[in-house]
Nanobody, 115 residues
Framework: QVQLVESGGGLVQPGGSLRLSCAAPGSILRIYTMRWYRQGPGAQRELVAA???????NYADSVKGRFTISRDNAKNTVYLQMNNLKPEDTAVYYC?????????WGQGTQVTVSS
């Protein structure tokens, strides 16, 4: 069982910033691609960003230029820096890893963008 623990969500005004964190086991973080997903009200869960073990990244078109995913292997943590937030970014954000023995999710952290 792989435990992923997200933090950093909250309420922010449009145009504001938040940084989400996902604590993961170091043995997992150094080997596998880590992903952030989100699920908005009444919507399906969607991939937001991913970072490989080598540091390559990719993003959903809707967040390109505003969000940055990164990993700190020394702290066993993956981050999602979110800038210029919009109301449509409101969602529960989940950290995810797909490894040999399973597909694991964190408990999620709520991000609400509203004035």
């Amino acid at each position: 069982q792989v435990q992923l623990v997200e933090s950093g969500g909250g309420l922010v005004q449009p145009g504001g910033s938040l940084r989400l964190s996902c604590a993961a086991p170091g043995s997992i973080l150094r080997i596998y691609t880590m992903r952030w997903y989100r699920q908005g009200p009444g919507a399906q869960r969607e991939l937001v960003a991913a970072v490989t073990s080598g540091g390559s990244t990719n993003y959903a078109d809707s967040v390109k230029g505003r969000f940055t995913i990164s990993r700190d292997n020394a702290k066993n943590t993956v981050y999602l820096q979110m800038n210029n937030l919009k109301p449509e970014d409101t969602a529960v954000y989940y950290c995810n890893v797909q490894e040999v023995f399973g597909n694991y999710w964190g408990q999620g952290t709520q991000v609400t963008v509203s004035s």
